[in-house]
């Protein structure tokens, strides 16, 4: 299988899985910059009422990576807590 497949193919069962919740989802993840398919389904996973937790380390090996995470999650976090839905950015120490 070639890599492209492999990536697809991981994508739609992360995507799969982030409809499926019922309860909570929680990502853990040194390096987390989703594209739109992957933020559209977190936002709606907390919308329903999901626990959506992103956790990342509090200081990056790469700087750009934590500057572009950082900013991503922030956006999205502000848009969620303005619609009331459950969605928190956590970091654990390095």
Do not use: K
């Amino acid at each position: 299988m070639d890599r492209m497949r492999i990536m697809t193919s991981c994508a739609g069962r992360l995507l799969a899985a982030l409809a499926e919740a019922q309860t909570s989802v929680r990502i853990l993840t040194p390096y987390f910059l989703p594209d739109r398919p992957l933020v559209t389904a977190l936002n709606l996973a907390a919308l329903r009422g999901v626990r959506v937790d992103i956790i990342l380390p509090a200081i990056n090996n790469l700087p750009f990576m934590h500057w572009a995470s950082r900013a991503l999650c922030g956006r999205s976090s502000n848009a969620a807590a303005a619609s009331g839905s459950r969605r928190r950015l956590s970091t654990i120490p390095s």
